[in-house]
Nanobody, 125 residues
């Protein structure tokens, strides 16, 4: 089992920044990839960004490319999502996820095996 705990959400004005953290614990040695997803009210959960635990390859949704940066600290078993130039449409609950899957469908919810409880991000206009 792997446990994921997110932190860092909050309320920010348009154009502001936030950094989300996701601390992983448990049997993390076999995790291949970590991802961030988000879900706005009335919408489906969508992919935001992902990073391979080893090697550090990163992947982004087009909507956040150039504004968000995903990174990891292997020693701390922690993944971060630095969010800059935030927009009201970024408002959502953000979820951290862990996956054993090493294929190319990193953007699919179903490829992730463990999920955090979510952290709210609200961007005011």
């Amino acid at each position: 089992q792997v446990q994921l705990v997110e932190s860092g959400g909050g309320l920010v004005q348009t154009g502001g920044s936030l950094r989300l953290s996701c601390a992983a614990s448990g049997r993390t040695f076999s995790i291949y990839r970590m991802g961030w997803f988000r879900q706005a009210p009335g919408k489906e959960r969508e992919f935001v960004a992902a990073i391979n635990w080893s090697g550090g390859n990163t992947y982004y949704a087009d909507s956040v490319k150039g504004r968000f940066t995903i990174s990891r600290d292997n020693a701390k078993n922690t993944v971060y999502l630095q969010m800059n130039s935030l927009k009201p449409e970024d408002t959502a609950v953000y979820y951290c996820a862990a996956s054993y899957y090493s294929g190319s469908a990193y953007y699919q919810n179903s490829r992730y095996d463990y999920w955090g409880q979510g952290t709210q991000v609200t961007v005011s206009s």
